[in-house]
C-alpha cells in the first residue's frame, strides 16, 4: 500500500483508506486514545494479530504515534488527526449523497460524548457502519 511514489496526493490517500479497517482505526484513535484491548473490543472482528498489523502499518505512515501514551493508550499523529477530519467529512458528505440519489432523508450523525463507557461506543459502532 502507498508504495508507488509516481502517484498524486488523493491516490496515496485513497490507498491508506481503501482498507477495511484503518479508517476504523482513525475515526477511533482520533476520538480518543485507546489500548490495544479497547481498540480491539471496538473492533472484534479483526483479530488482535491484524489490529496489531494495521496498527503498525499507520504507525510507519505517521498516521498514529509510535509510542504509546503514559496509559498505554494509541493516539493519532497531528497528521493521523488531519486525515480523520477528512474521513468524517468524506463520510458524512457520501452518504448524504448515498441518501440523496435514494430520495431519501439523511439521518443526523452525532458523535458520542468523550467519556462514554466502551459498551456505547460498541452501540455506536452500528451508526458508523453507514459512514465508514
Request: net charge negative; proline share 3%; hydrophobic share 35%.
Amino acid at each position: 500500500m502507498t508504495e508507488r511514489k509516481d502517484r498524486c496526493g488523493v491516490n496515496y490517500t485513497l490507498d491508506v483508506l481503501e482498507d477495511k479497517w484503518q479508517p476504523r482505526i482513525i475515526y477511533w484513535l482520533g476520538f480518543r486514545p485507546f489500548t490495544i484491548d479497547e481498540l480491539h473490543r471496538l473492533l472484534p472482528e479483526l483479530t488482535l494479530v491484524a489490529l496489531n498489523d494495521e496498527i503498525a502499518s499507520l504507525q510507519n505512515l505517521r498516521i498514529v504515534n509510535s509510542n504509546k501514551d503514559e496509559n498505554d493508550k494509541y493516539t493519532l499523529t497531528d497528521n493521523g488527526t488531519d486525515l480523520r477530519n477528512m474521513v468524517v467529512t468524506m463520510g458524512v458528505w457520501g452518504r448524504q449523497q448515498m441518501d440523496d440519489s435514494a430520495n431519501q432523508i439523511s439521518d443526523q450523525i452525532v458523535e458520542p460524548e468523550a467519556d462514554a463507557s466502551i459498551s456505547e461506543l460498541i452501540e455506536y459502532n452500528k451508526k458508523l457502519d453507514k459512514y465508514l
